[in-house]
């Protein structure tokens, strides 16, 4: 690994960002948007795998409830 790499991997760890608007998400949040890669949520088949649907839930403002987006 660069010197260069490394940077790159703190800056991201770090939520920085060099520019681009990255959004990183735990595997454990993917899991549970993709329903644990189901097959039901998959769409089909890329150059770099599987894609699959997801289902991200966000906080409701007043009460905290989750729901989905």
Do not use: W
């Not at 760890?13 to 189901?38: C, M, P, Q, W």
């Not at 949520?41 to 906080?59: E, I």
Request: with cysteine; glycine share 10%.
């Amino acid at each position: 690994m660069t010197l260069d790499a490394m940077n790159d991997t703190h800056e991201l760890e770090s939520d920085g960002n060099k520019g681009h608007n990255l959004k990183l998400y735990s595997v454990a949040t993917i899991r549970a948007a993709t329903n644990s890669f189901s097959a039901e949520n998959k769409l089909g088949q890329g150059g770099f795998g599987p894609v699959y649907k997801v289902v991200l839930k966000k906080k409701h403002p007043r009460n905290g409830l989750r729901k989905p987006c």
